[in-house]
């Protein structure tokens, strides 16, 4: 079954980078599935349909700290503070001196815009590993 991937941002540019770093699998073993969001409130709507488990139906969240009029910094620390056993998330953010904030979000990574293709789906294959084990 795929990881279910879930991106916010306002910004459909951002969105489609995203989904170019991560492609459809992040390694042969972690096929992914990527749902996209622009606006905040679309996002926790998705939320909020919890799976037939009463789990949060994502995986993992990736959200642009740049969004507007939600920054996804905010949306983080809202997910965190929530949602029972929430996915853990990465913060994209627009400068270096913004990685306290994301911090504060309580995102487990955060990654600097212009999105590092590399960077991205190495970091969303380590969390997403974790999150898969942690819940075998």
Request: proline share 4%; with cysteine; charged share 25%.
């Given at each position: 079954?795929?990881?279910?991937?879930?991106?916010y941002?306002?910004?459909?540019?951002?969105?489609?980078?995203v989904k170019a770093a991560l492609g459809s699998k992040l390694a042969t073993d972690l096929p992914i599935e990527t749902l996209e969001f622009a606006t905040a409130d679309a996002l926790r709507q998705y939320v909020d349909q919890l799976d037939a488990k009463g789990q949060v139906r994502a995986d993992l969240f990736i959200l642009?700290?740049?969004?507007?009029?939600?920054?996804?910094?905010?949306?983080?620390?809202?997910?965190?503070?929530?949602?029972?056993?929430?996915?853990?998330?990465?913060?994209?953010?627009a400068r270096q001196s913004d990685s306290w904030?994301?911090?504060?979000?309580?995102?487990?990574?955060?990654?600097?815009h212009p999105v590092d293709a590399?960077?991205?789906?190495?970091?969303?294959?380590?969390?997403?590993?974790?999150?898969?084990l942690a819940n075998a």
């Open positions: 079954m795929a990881a279910r991937v879930a991106i941002s306002d910004d459909s540019s951002v969105r489609a980078a642009d700290g740049e969004a507007a009029p939600e920054g996804g910094i905010g949306v983080a620390r809202q997910l965190k503070d929530e949602v029972f056993n929430c996915p853990p998330s990465i913060v994209l953010i904030l994301a911090a504060w979000s309580r995102a487990e990574a955060s990654l600097q590399f960077a991205l789906a190495k970091t969303a294959t380590e969390l997403l590993r974790a999150r898969l």
